[in-house]
């Protein structure tokens, strides 16, 4: 059975810094595409950064510069550190890793941005 637990998410202020880890189980971590996605009431869920196999990362425009995706597959982790945040920047975030038809989702985890 997969699981994807995430945690790190929290209230902080705008310029402040959180750590989202998701910790997978179920899969052989190592041989999945990793995504961070993120969902504000009322907006659709949307792509965030990905970290591939071999380690190359993508983002979302508005997040360039300011967050950094990576991976241990030594602890079946994944993490998104997020710098500079912005209110907008207000969500939650998931993990996901997908395998064909199947879809894999953590819980999420919620994250405010607010002064």
């Known amino acids: 059975q997969v699981q994807l637990v995430e945690s790190g998410g929290g209230s902080v202020q705008p310029g402040e810094s959180l750590r989202l880890s998701c910790v997978a189980s179920?899969?052989?971590?190592?041989?999945?595409?990793m995504n961070w996605y993120r969902q504000a009431p009322g907006n659709e869920r949307e792509l965030v950064a990905t970290?591939?196999?071999?380690?190359?990362?993508n983002y979302r425009e508005s997040v360039k510069g300011r967050f950094t995706v990576s991976r241990d597959n030594a602890k079946n982790t994944v993490y998104l550190q997020m710098d500079s945040l912005k209110p907008e920047d207000t969500a939650i975030y998931y993990c996901?890793?997908?395998?064909?038809?199947?879809?894999?989702w953590g819980q999420g985890t919620q994250v405010t941005v607010s002064s």
């Open positions: 996901n890793c997908n395998e064909g038809w199947n879809h894999y």
């Open positions: 970290i591939t196999t071999r380690f190359s990362v």
């Open positions: 179920g899969i052989i971590f190592s041989r999945y595409v």
